[in-house]
């Protein structure tokens, strides 16, 4: 497997643009992760889907945040409209149902986001 | 929430072996201690997790003392490419990973 993808992988936009970022997990993993990661703020995990259900979005920072999971086999993150304050590193993450390799997170190479 | 606690920062030379120890006093019955490794412009990457006694894998060995309260986190004979910032972390069971803001390590050579 070619492991969790991401796309873009950079990312430069101008404030108020709209921003969509895209992640395809590894085939068969149940659970789905978006993490944000800042030198201020860490790792911060956004929310989380399992069978393609949103479980937990108590780490959305606002509104202006949205997360979508149409198939098993893709996910995005939107932004809209976007600020410089959104300026990190995001991050894919995908796992089994927890059995053998418990709650092990595969993380994607991330898409560095820049708001101008 | 059950919390960990690591130094910020940690030196080391080329072939040294290298203990990292994590602080977790509330844990609970069901969690599992585990560690990630972060290079620069990469995703986190499991490394090792644990219950009690000793894990160990081609990586690195984790050890836990019977109480649980503390981890350790052993790198052998460590290269420049081991330096990373690691974390250690509770997994609870559900789901939802908390990171801190883990240990960076530095290998000179």
């Known amino acids: 497997d070619a492991g969790v993808i991401q796309s873009p992988r950079h990312e430069v936009t101008e404030m108020g643009q709209e921003v969509t970022l895209r992640c395809k997990p590894i085939?068969?993993?149940?659970?789905l992760f978006w993490y944000r990661q800042t030198m201020m703020r860490g790792l911060e995990l956004l929310i989380y889907?399992?069978?393609?259900?949103?479980?937990?979005d108590s780490g959305m920072p606002e509104d202006r945040f949205s997360a979508k999971m149409p198939n098993a086999s893709f996910s995005t993150l939107k932004i809209q409209p976007s600020e410089p304050r959104d300026s990190a590193v995001y991050f894919c993450?995908?796992?089994?149902?927890?059995?053998?390799?418990?709650?092990?997170?595969?993380f994607g190479p991330g898409t560095r986001l820049t708001v101008l | 929430l059950a919390k960990t606690t690591q130094p910020i920062s940690m030196d080391s030379y080329e072939g040294q072996e290298v203990n990292i120890t994590c602080s977790h006093n509330?844990?609970?019955?069901?969690?599992?201690i585990t560690w990630y490794q972060q290079f620069p412009s990469q995703g986190p990457r499991f490394i090792i997790q644990g219950y009690k006694t000793k894990v160990t894998n081609e990586v690195a060995s984790l050890f836990i003392p019977a109480d649980r309260k503390s981890s350790t986190l052993s790198l052998p004979r460590v290269s420049l490419s081991d330096t990373a910032v690691y974390y250690c972390l509770l997994d609870t069971g559900r789901r939802a990973l908390t990171f801190g803001s883990g240990t960076r390590l530095q290998v000179q050579p």
């Open positions: 509330n844990i609970a019955t069901n969690d599992y």
């Open positions: 085939s068969g993993h149940d659970y």
């Open positions: 889907f399992n069978n393609n259900v949103p479980i937990d």
């Open positions: 993450a995908s796992s089994l149902a927890r059995g053998v390799e418990g709650d092990t997170q595969y």
